[in-house]
DNA sequence: ATGGCAGAAGCATTCTGA
């Protein structure tokens, strides 16, 4: 199963060259990040005709993400589910439309898209610290035991000083200070792996490149786009790449898509679970 | 220290992103 994550930076700015991405690389899963538009104006129909079911979660001009589907999508939460009231932080954390999550073959599936912060002195610093320690405590509500669960966007943090390409200049700023990087182990606990180091412990591999200053053509790059997947599947993980091919599209986002390929069939953990049931019966 | 590039809204220019 091939599940791909994507800051698209606007849906229908991008919708010819994502079509022809997903007609090339076929994947099973997609999600993305920064749509910017509202849901009824979310162009359904091109995905529709690859054969892909769609849930979108988005609001004008900002954010907005989006899950696409080759099989049935189910149990889909739009934003930070509370029961609280009007007036808590909860309300104002899911006004950013930056999550939508669901249950998708047995497999649950969280986009995200973290706030990026602007400066470490700002106040959307506080709010993207603020999301974070919100996003821990869901992933807690929405761990059960044995599930398979694959936490995946743009996280606007590079998780080391390998992913950045200047690390003197950048380290400590916006993206690649401690705080931020605190708050996103939290997420993880220590139960959820970045796929991509699973493979590759170098650094030089980037997934956003700045618009400004020529970056991509001078390869002067982040590593901020991130699969995460917890222990349950990390036995099944095959492969994890960044494809920044789409980088040097005519009129690109400035995110290049991350892919991971699962191997959901015959697995060893598989085959000893049906062993164990059969047993039971 | 600052701006640079891009998209949306909406029609000149501002806001936001990372």
Redesign the pocket.
Known sequence: MLIATW?V??I??RLNQIIKWMEIKNPDILCLQ?T??VDDNFPLEPFQELGYEVEVYGQ???NGVAIISKFKIENVVKGFTSKYEKGTPDQELNEQKRLISAVINGLKIINVYV??G??IDSV?YKYKINWLNRLSTFLCEQEKEGELICLCG?F?IAPLEIDIHDPNRYEGG??ASKIERDALNNVLKGRFFDSFRIFEQNTGHWS?W????NAYELNKG?R?DHIYINNKLSSKLKSCVIDRSQRENI?PS?HAPVMINLNLEDSYEDYFEEEEDLFEI
Request: glycine share 0%; charged share 30%.
């Open positions: 800051n930076n606007s229908r700015t920064e910017k538009v004008k001009s900002y706030p990026n602007s400066s959307k743009d606007n916006i993206m956003w700045d618009y400004r200053n982040w901020i009129q400035d």
